[in-house]
C-alpha cells in the first residue's frame, strides 16, 4: 500500500483519518470503520447502495485500456502532464477525478515526482488504474458525493471526461492550486458518431462548463487539440466502446459495426483543454 497517497485519504463514513499503524490489506479510523484494499490493490469506499449512476464495465474498461495503451491520446496525456504545478516545500498532490484506466495519471508520474489520489466510480476501470499507478492511493467513489480529502490538501485536481464537481474541487484545492477540465470540441469524433451512436456534443458545452465553474473558479486559459487518427474496424469500436455508448454497445452491435466500417477509418479527436484557478472567496475555512 503507498502509505503516502493513502495517508491524503478520509474515511467517508466520518471524515476521520486513517490510522498512521494501518495494516498492509486495509483502512481503518479512529471510529473504527475498515476498508479493506483489494487484491488488484484499489480501495472501494461506496458503502451500501453505493451509487445510482451506472460504472464502466469490464468491457468498456477493457477498450479503453486497448485504445489509450496504443498510444492514440498520447499528446494530450503529455499536454495534461505538463500543467502539474511545481511547489517547493512539498511533493505536488495531484487528485485524479475520474481517473477511468489510469493512462492520464500514468503520463503525470512519467514526468513529475507526484502524490496522486486516483478516484473512479468503476472497479473494473480501477483494477487496471491500480496495476497501472500502484503508486498513487486508488478509490471507487461517487464524485459527486464529498470527496474523501481534507480541505486545501490537493495542487492539481484533473478531469479528463468526467463529472465536475465545482464546490467539492474548490474544498479541496490549495488556494494556488490549478483545476485542469479536458472536453470534447465540437467536432470530435464526426467521422464515426453516426455510426457508432455516439453522444452528440452539445453547441454551448463550453458556456455551460464556464457556468458551472465560475461559482469557485475563474478560467485561466483555454486551449484546443486535434489529433487525427487512422484507426482499423477494432480500434474503432475500442473508441466507442471506451466512452458512454459502450453501455448499448453489446458483442452483436459492435459485430455489426465492424462490417459497416472501411478496413481504416480516419478520425479527427477534438479536445479542449481549460485551465481554471480557485476564486478567493471559495477558499475553505481552516479547522
Same mark, same amino acid.
Given at each position: 500500500?503507498p ?8 474515511? *467517508?463514513?466520518?471524515?476521520a483519518?486513517?490510522? &498512521? ?11 473504527g470503520?475498515r ?6 490493490? @484499489? $480501495?472501494? #469506499? ?14 468498456? &474498461? &477493457?477498450?479503453?485500456?486497448n485504445f489509450?495503451?496504443?498510444?492514440? @491520446?498520447?499528446?494530450?496525456?503529455? =499536454?495534461?502532464?505538463?500543467k $502539474?504545478?511545481?511547489? $517547493? ?7 485524479? !477525478? ?5 493512462? @492520464? ?7 513529475? !515526482?507526484?502524490?496522486? /489520489?486516483?478516484?473512479d466510480?468503476s472497479?473494473f ?5 491500480? +496495476?497501472l ?5 486508488? /478509490? ?5 458525493? *464529498?470527496?474523501?480529502?481534507?480541505? &486545501? ?8 471526461f ?8 474548490? =474544498? ?5 492550486g ?6 470534447p470540441? *465540437? ?8 455510426? !457508432? ?7 454551448d458545452?463550453l ?9 469557485? #473558479?475563474?478560467?485561466?486559459s ?5 489529433? *487525427? ?7 474503432t $469500436?475500442d ?5 458512454? !455508448?459502450?453501455?448499448?454497445l ?8 465492424t462490417r +459497416? ?17 480557485p476564486? %478567493?472567496?471559495?477558499? %475553505?475555512a481552516?479547522g
Open positions: 500500500m502509505s503516502t497517497a493513502f495517508s491524503l485519504l478520509l474515511c *467517508p463514513l466520518c471524515g483519518r486513517f490510522s &498512521a499503524e494501518t495494516e498492509e490489506s486495509s483502512l481503518s479510523c479512529g471510529s470503520h476498508f479493506d484494499l483489494a487484491k488488484q490493490g @484499489y $480501495v472501494n #469506499f461506496l458503502t451500501g447502495k453505493g451509487t445510482a449512476f451506472a460504472a464502466d464495465s469490464a468491457v468498456m &474498461a &477493457a477498450a479503453r485500456a489509450l495503451e496504443a498510444g492514440h @491520446y498520447q499528446e494530450l496525456a503529455q =499536454r495534461i502532464a505538463t $502539474v504545478p511545481i511547489t $517547493v516545500d512539498h511533493t505536488p498532490v495531484v487528485l485524479d !477525478a475520474g481517473t477511468g484506466t489510469g493512462y @492520464y495519471l500514468h503520463k503525470v508520474f512519467q514526468n513529475h !515526482a507526484a502524490t496522486a /489520489v486516483a478516484l466510480i472497479k476501470a480501477l483494477r487496471r488504474a491500480a +496495476r499507478n500502484p503508486q498513487a492511493a486508488n /478509490v471507487v467513489w461517487d464524485i459527486w458525493q *464529498p470527496l474523501p480529502l481534507e480541505a &486545501a490538501s490537493v495542487d492539481m485536481v484533473m478531469v479528463v468526467a463529472p465536475r464537481n465545482a464546490s467539492e474541487f474548490a =474544498r479541496v484545492l490549495r488556494t494556488d490549478i483545476l485542469v477540465v479536458v472536453t470540441g *465540437p467536432n470530435h469524433l464526426r467521422e464515426i458518431a453516426q455510426a !457508432a451512436d455516439l453522444l452528440g456534443i452539445e453547441h458545452k458556456k455551460r462548463l464556464d457556468t458551472t465553474m465560475n461559482q469557485a #473558479f475563474s478560467l485561466q483555454r486551449e484546443e487539440l486535434c489529433i *487525427p487518427l487512422e484507426l482499423s474496424p477494432a480500434q $469500436v473508441l466507442a466502446r471506451m466512452g458512454p !455508448a459502450g453501455h448499448h453489446d458483442d452483436s452491435r459492435a459485430e455489426e459495426l +459497416r466500417l472501411e478496413s481504416s477509418t480516419t478520425v479527427h479527436a477534438e479536445f479542449v483543454i481549460s485551465t481554471y484557478l476564486l %478567493p472567496d471559495s477558499e %475553505p481552516s
